[in-house]
């Protein structure tokens, strides 16, 4: 698949946008899998809409994609952007989050809420 290139612009502020460690972080683990607020709770120390402030952040720039499933809101990397192949690119010098996807597999928050 060809790489899109990305209007200079749009480039600094996806960079400036990841340029925040939460940010960055929760596109990684998105890397590895979709997740719901909940879920990314377990991993950061903040609140809930913080957390949502973040993930609106970087769907309103087409890196991430949600889908509602009941009341629940489901977030991934958006693969149909033309961001997605820059994206693949950072994240390939960012280490793996296998520890924070760990810890939200054993305390299993989509248990509490309902996800």
């Given at each position: 698949?060809?790489?899109?290139?990305?209007?200079l612009?749009?480039?600094?502020?996806?960079?400036?946008?990841?340029?925040d460690?939460?940010r960055?972080?929760?596109?990684?683990?998105?890397?590895?899998?979709?997740?719901?607020?909940?879920?990314?709770?377990?991993?950061?120390?903040?609140?809930?809409?913080?957390i949502?402030?973040h993930?609106?952040?970087?769907?309103d720039?087409?890196?991430?994609?949600?889908?509602?499933?009941?009341?629940?809101?489901y977030?991934s990397?958006?693969?149909q952007?033309e961001?997605?192949?820059?994206?693949?690119?950072?994240?390939?010098?960012?280490?793996v989050?296998?520890?924070?996807?760990?810890?939200?597999e054993?305390?299993?928050?989509?248990?509490?809420?309902g996800?």
């Open positions: 698949m060809a790489k899109s290139i990305v209007d612009e749009r480039s600094a502020n996806i960079l400036k946008l990841l340029g460690k939460t960055l972080t929760i596109v990684a683990i998105l890397k590895q899998r979709e997740c719901c607020v909940c879920e990314l709770l377990e991993v950061f120390e903040m609140s809930q809409p913080s949502s402030q993930l609106r952040k970087l769907k720039a087409g890196m991430v994609r949600e889908e509602r499933r009941g009341q629940w809101i977030y990397l958006n693969q952007s961001l997605y192949g820059l994206l693949q690119d950072i994240l390939e010098h960012v280490p989050q296998t520890e924070k996807i760990k810890m939200i054993k305390s299993n928050p989509t248990l509490r809420c996800c």
